[in-house]
């Protein structure tokens, strides 16, 4: 898997803010859509205070191997993830980063189609989805990218 094609999607999807805001959630969020944490030094800090490029790469490096090993935990075996396309790869770690590795595990049908490398089905599930209405442009592209896959 091109590791860094897979970050650069993500992070034109996620955005990238040198400061402290609110998701649309209300949660208090940093750099590439980093949720912050307890034990962050910046969870006591003020929506609107600047954070370094530095923290922000930090925390997304760190989001990015967490989430991309959620992946294949909840996808099955790392031999199997690694089997599949990698456009195929690229959208289940988007997805899970967006989503976790709970709440993307709860995609069962659209997991099971992408076992079976159906690829059509895993994008009608994917559309099948309060997800998929919600993050809008990126879940139309990532969409795309499983019609696209031979």
Known sequence: ????????????????????????????????????????????????????????????NSDFDKHLKETVHVFGTEEDFYKLPEDIQHVLVNMCFNLGGTRMSKFRNMLSACREHNWEKMAAEMEDSRWFKQVGRRSVELQALVLNTV
């Open 1 to 60: 898997m091109d590791i860094e094609k897979c970050k650069a999607q993500i992070k034109r999807h996620e955005g990238e803010v040198l400061e402290i805001y609110e998701d649309s959630l209300g949660y208090k969020t940093l750099g590439i859509g980093h949720l912050c944490q307890p034990e962050d030094p910046e969870y006591d800090w003020d929506i609107g205070t600047k954070v370094s490029q530095e923290v922000v790469d930090m925390y997304y």
